[in-house]
């Protein structure tokens, strides 16, 4: 039960993320957003652990792990933020949202018993989120044109694949490291890694960094809310099922529709509560067994 609270804190900090993500994509590069946010997410970690005598740094049994978690996250923040920009959602959104099935299936090749109802449900709240995004009507009618050519089709899919496996392979070696060290400490190491790769990603692809003044408040409440989700998916690691933490937050896109259904008045018609409805109910069985 406490992974899958968890798992819905990240998923409802990852859609606050996400709505802001679509504002500020249209007006910025995604390299320097995606670095004021990763900076700004981390700052907030260190605040955090340091008012609370927490530490910094972690063992060194702990360093393989946390690179791999870091490299790993450093992808899917990739992955995510060109997906997103090439478009539509209903394309990408349900690609990325599969990471669970990575998830469970590292779970299981390392020993954890899966049942075959529990992948059904894991597969259940996949499909509700696919649904919701399928059937959004709200979808700009520039990314819809640009959706119809075969290539620019391709490198959305093929960005939101990058990103589903960053994702399920973060939280793999997130949730390994929390075996030798604190949670909080393990993503604060992690997130600091993916902000140095960022930074030399940035150098070899000649990216400049570009952001307005009045952006910058947008961005810094994604840093906190990334940093947020991020930290509460890692810190189910030493849970029992920490696996459902990384499933459950997969229904972010959901909770980024829903959101922009009550502070944008975007319509939700009825094939996407159905969505909801089907994702939520997997959420419960996971939540009683």
């Known amino acids: 039960m406490e992974a899958i609270t968890l798992g819905l804190i990240a998923a409802l900090a990852w859609g606050i993320h996400d709505v802001l993500l679509r504002y500020i994509s249209q007006q910025t590069s995604i390299y320097s957003a995606m670095l004021v946010v990763l900076i700004s997410g981390t700052f907030f970690q260190f605040v955090y652990l340091t008012s609370n005598s927490g530490p910094l740094l972690i063992e060194a049994r702990a360093i393989p792990t946390t690179l791999g978690s870091g490299v790993a996250f450093l992808v899917a923040s990739v992955g995510l933020y060109k997906a997103f920009e090439i478009g539509p959602v209903r394309l990408v959104a349900p690609i990325v949202a599969s990471y669970p099935v990575v998830t469970l299936t590292i779970a299981a090749m390392g020993g954890k018993p899966i049942t075959v109802f529990q992948c059904l449900a ?24 640009n959706a119809q050519q075969s290539r620019q089709k391709a490198n959305a899919i093929i960005w939101a694949i990058i990103s589903a496996l960053g994702f399920s392979g973060s939280f793999a070696f997130g949730h390994a490291a929390t075996s030798f ?21 940035m150098l070899i692809l000649k990216k400049r960094f570009q952001t307005r003044i009045r952006q910058m408040p947008f961005l810094l409440l994604m840093g906190l809310m990334d940093s947020l989700a991020h930290a509460s998916v890692i810190s189910a690691g030493r849970l029992e099922n920490a696996e459902y933490s990384a499933v459950v937050a997969s229904t972010f896109g959901m909770v980024t529709i829903l959101l922009a259904w009550i502070f944008l008045k975007e319509s939700m018609n009825k094939l996407q509560w159905l969505g909801v409805l089907v994702a939520f109910s997997g959420i419960g069985y996971l939540t009683v067994n």
């Open 181 to 201: 060290d604190l949670e909080l400490s393990i993503t604060f190491t992690s997130r600091v890694i993916a902000i140095v790769l960022l930074i030399l990603l």
């Open 122 to 145: 894991v597969l259940t709240i996949i499909s509700g989120v696919s649904a919701v995004a399928y059937f959004s009507r709200q979808i700009n009618s520039d990314l819809a044109e």
